[in-house]
């Protein structure tokens, strides 16, 4: 499998180590011979890895941090749709933090399982010869050596270059994940990486195809937010223009849809159980294209994608088509719908200013209604811990109240147990959540909530930050969050990944939140 270092050829430089020899076979063989490192800096010193797991480098993204996971994870990132761990190499050797700047890069490392290592700088890619490979045991009396596999002498311009063992590193770390990539390589790998090459492939476009009026028509994926169904109920504007159908809400948000039949001038045609809803995103906007069905996601080579020709080309608000694409040597062509052209046309204009001006809208809530019973969906309360959005699933939530002023402290019990208060008569014991999830505490405010779960049969009470929503999400969206540690894998083992919002919202199954032994301490206090 091919790997690709995405970085700036000035950042990254390939380094020829090959010298040249008057007989050619012994030049191959001295080249096969040669082995290449990524070298980089963590803490002012110099180390490298070797290239075969190396997945790519990237600059370090926004994490979502982890409740019971270990230190040296910084949070958890959405590559291109995929959960990336990312760790610190600074903490796993203790160095001092520093802040990242514009040097600060991800080594993403594939063992079993993707992973980003935060490095202060990458210096290079580098070949070496297997003579300038040396074993640690020089050095093993002042520096520990554990996780080395040797050292890299007079390449590159330093001097020495300590080789750094991945696959030891995050079996020493990362027991958990060492043990998932073990079970990973054995059944032949749960992470298919080449989806991710295919998916960077600047060689191609992707593209969600439909038909409307017989004619096939194409969006690119990037754009398209998601396909739906055409509900039985929306919402009609008076006054507005022919091309916008109406509103629907979907998932508590109230969308705007227009036909593209109308808008192109075609015939009208009732919807049917072909009829498909394309959500369009621009920025922050979004708005459902009603398509008479849809065909398939297209991988196309950019080679048989022309412009519109300039004959045919429409100009002012209705140049929406902007490139044609040749399939099956000509025989199909799709035409391409340039979505920033599209929002510029009045009809979605009109619509997205009908969603503006609708806001009081009775009819919103009884469709909303109509809508609450989707089985592709998931609906989770989500709640806030810090700068984290967390969730459950609103049938697992009795009912959410204020923090008390007052709580009854009760003795010897576990130390994240704030104490009990009285709810309507009955005695319901407390958790501060963020103690229970090893997160510092914070003084007590007027934006806390006390979230009362049933866990086992006993009504018990979490305080939490602030609580944000009720969440309609996707199925498509849900995936396991990766395994950091026994207890995260049990009670955090799903996270909505919400690539488009960019959103990452940890999935709490409540029943995880206290084991048998709390359990039925808690239920003492509660007696």
Not at 113 to 122: M, S, T
Not at 292 to 308: F, G, I, W, Y
Not at 320 to 345: M, P, T, W, Y
């Amino acid at each position: 499998m091919t790997k690709t270092i995405q970085e700036k050829p000035e950042e990254v430089s390939r380094v020829e180590t090959a010298e040249s020899h008057s007989d050619a076979d012994s030049v191959d063989e001295q080249v096969s011979d040669i082995r290449q490192f990524v070298t980089f800096l963590a803490g002012n010193e110099v180390f490298a890895v070797d290239m075969a797991p190396v997945q790519e480098i990237i600059r370090v993204p926004d994490v979502v941090r982890v409740p019971l996971a270990p230190p040296t994870l910084d949070g958890l990132a959405n590559l291109r749709g995929k959960v990336l761990p990312i760790i610190s190499l600074r903490r796993i050797f203790g160095f001092p933090e520093q802040e990242h700047d514009d040097t600060t890069r991800a080594l993403v490392i594939d063992i079993g399982q993707p992973l980003g290592f935060v490095v202060d700088k990458v210096a290079s890619v580098v070949g070496v010869e297997p003579g300038k490979i040396e074993g640690v045991g020089s050095i093993q009396s002042t520096v520990n050596t554990e996780l080395l596999s040797g050292i890299i002498k007079d390449v590159g311009g330093h001097a020495m270059i300590m080789v750094l063992d991945f696959a030891k590193l995050i079996a020493q770390e990362f027991a958990e994940i060492a043990a998932v990539a073990k079970s990973a390589s054995m059944a032949g790998g749960i992470y298919d990486s080449t989806e991710v090459e295919e998916e960077e492939s600047s060689d191609e476009l992707q593209l969600v195809s439909f038909d409307v009026a017989g004619q096939e028509y194409a969006i690119t994926i990037e754009d398209v937010q998601e396909i739906v169904q055409v509900p039985e109920t929306i919402i009609h504007v008076p006054h507005s223009e022919s091309h916008v159908l109406g509103v629907m809400t979907l998932r508590n948000r109230l969308l705007p849809l227009v036909s593209l039949r109308r808008m192109f001038a075609l015939p009208p045609r009732d919807a049917d159980e072909h009829s498909r809803i394309i959500v369009v995103s621009l920025g922050t906007a979004s708005v459902g294209i009603v398509m008479d069905s849809v065909n398939e996601v297209l991988r196309v080579a950019k080679a048989d994608v022309d412009a519109m020709p300039a004959l045919f080309t429409r100009e002012g608000e209705l140049a929406d088509i902007s490139e044609i694409c040749r399939l099956d040597g000509g025989k199909r062509l799709v035409s391409i719908i340039s979505a920033s052209n599209l929002f510029q046309h009045s009809s979605i204009k009109e619509a997205l200013t009908t969603v503006e001006s609708s806001h009081e809208d009775k009819e919103r809530e009884e469709v909303a209604a109509e809508d609450e019973t989707s089985d592709d969906d998931e609906q989770v309360v989500v709640f806030r811990l810090d700068k984290e959005e967390f969730g459950v699933p609103i049938e697992s939530v009795q009912e959410i109240v204020r923090v008390p002023e007052q709580l009854t402290h009760v003795p010897k019990v576990p130390p994240f147990v704030e104490g009990v208060i009285n709810l309507r008569g009955a005695v319901l014991p407390v958790i501060d959540l963020r103690r229970r999830l090893g997160l510092p505490t914070l003084p007590r405010s007027d934006r806390q909530r006390v979230m009362v779960f049933l866990i086992a049969g006993l009504r018990t009470g979490f305080i939490v930050d602030s609580v944000a929503e009720v969440l309609r999400i996707h199925k498509s969206s849900i995936e396991p969050a990766p395994h950091l540690s026994s207890e995260q894998g049990k009670l955090l083992a799903r996270m909505a990944n919400l690539e488009k919002q960019k959103r990452m919202v940890q999935l709490i199954e409540p029943a995880y939140l206290v084991d048998d032994r709390e359990l039925a301490d808690l239920t003492k206090m509660a007696a």
